[in-house]
């Protein structure tokens, strides 16, 4: 089951690294948004990297681009572009 879930993480990075490689879906104070095939992703783009993954922040700059991410399933990845904050159902 432990690979099983490693090669889920490691797929997941992988479609997570190549969405973020298209144009996103607007830009926060913090973040960069990308629709992408898992889910809405959130790139971290403050200079300073949180001790934990900020959900909080990113539900409440999400609705600055008209997203309401309150109920949505949360993860966090880490990818070479980041931080990245994946919200899925």
Do not use: Y
């Not at 690979?3 to 996103?24: C, K, Y």
């Not at 948004?33 to 001790?51: E, F, N």
Request: aromatic fraction near 6%.
């Amino acid at each position: 089951m432990l690979v099983h879930m490693s090669s889920t993480n490691l797929t997941i990075n992988i479609l997570l690294e190549e969405a973020l490689n298209e144009p996103d879906i607007g830009t926060t104070s913090r973040f960069r948004w990308h629709a992408t095939a898992v889910g809405i992703a959130a790139l971290w783009i403050d200079s300073a990297p949180p001790s934990t993954p900020p959900f909080e922040d990113a539900i409440q700059e999400g609705l600055n681009v008209g997203l309401d991410l309150s109920r949505e399933e949360r993860e966090f990845h880490q990818v070479d572009q980041g931080l990245v904050l994946l919200f899925h159902s």
